[in-house]
């Protein structure tokens, strides 16, 4: 039997976003109904409200979350009732050659599940009964979700289900990408180009990591303010331009760093980036830049310096793997999760989260979706 929920909805690209009653379906197989306890606000939902990614509307935003198993379809085995789970974006068919390599990130699939679980059919309507997409095969802007069971990874109930959202997204992103992607060693020299939520993720992680020194950079003062209280040692505020940007930082780092890590999808911050490291130094590209985006570098610094350029999607993640990672440096209080929101808010405000976002405030905004403590 469906059950009622209320969600927020993209109905028209640049428009405000509506708060509505939809009706979520009962799992099939291979399916599970969540109660969602909360879900991060994040730059790629705001993405699909301006069309810059292009998913089909009306659509249930929201991929960054984390609750409570309702109830289970038929086939799926490790998880019932009661567990408390993290959504998790990405498809993974497990038997691609990326999947069966350990990089399900890059499954050659990924579309499959895009805007309704894996079997295809929408799971969610709206209340004159049309169907609705969900965002990601997720939809967790929503008290209510029904997804494949594929899309969730199964936590530990004593962890906070606001610190555990963030896990779903930004901090799998940022954190990932020192971890996965750079392999940052104790010692090394880190900067973080764009302090919002997943560059300051990135610096946690460069923490953790045992990086030192840690260069935070923004245009925002209050967005660098943040990362140095989350552990950077040093910033540099933009400089008007890519390359003197990148001369500041080598400068405060000692004639570079070890690895840069963009996360503004900005063509300009990715130069700047690149040009901050030292020989044999790499970017680490994780923001999602335009799709006619291209980013200019000195080819001849490449091969004679061996700097690299590394992309980074998702952390380079395996979820199964690494939500629980992530969640036990939480737990022993090297991660600290919840020094990442800035605001609390009720599903109703949702406009106003997104508009936080949209005039740069520091730090993620979480959406109590049980309307009580998460």
Known sequence: MARKARAAICRTHNQPITVEEISVDPPKRGEVTVRLAACG??????SAITGTIALPLPLVLGHEGAGVVEAVGEGVADLR???????????????CRFCVSGRPVLCLEQGKALTTPLEGSPRVHDASGAPLSIFSGCGAMAEYATVSAENLIKIDSKIPLECAALVGCAVTTGV??????????PGSSVAVFGCGGVGLSAVLGAVAAGADPIVAVDVAPERIEAALRLGATDAVEWAGGPDATAEQVRAVSGGGVDYAIEATGRPEASRAAFLSTRARGAAVLIGIPPADAEVSLPALSIPR????????????SRPERDFPALLSLYRRG??????LI??????DAVGEAFGLMRDGGVGRVVLDLAGAPV
């Open 41 to 46: 606000v994040c730059h790629s939902d705001l």
């Open 81 to 95: 009732p009661g567990d408390h789970v993290i959504f998790s974006f990405i498809y993974m068919c497990g038997k």
């Open 176 to 185: 990932g990408a020192v971890f996965n992607t750079a392999k940052v060693e």
């Open 305 to 316: 310096l061996e700097r690299r350029v590394l992309g980074s999607i998702y952390g380079s």
């Open 334 to 339: 090297r991660l600290p999760l919840d020094r």
């Open 342 to 347: 800035a605001s609390r808010m009720p599903l």
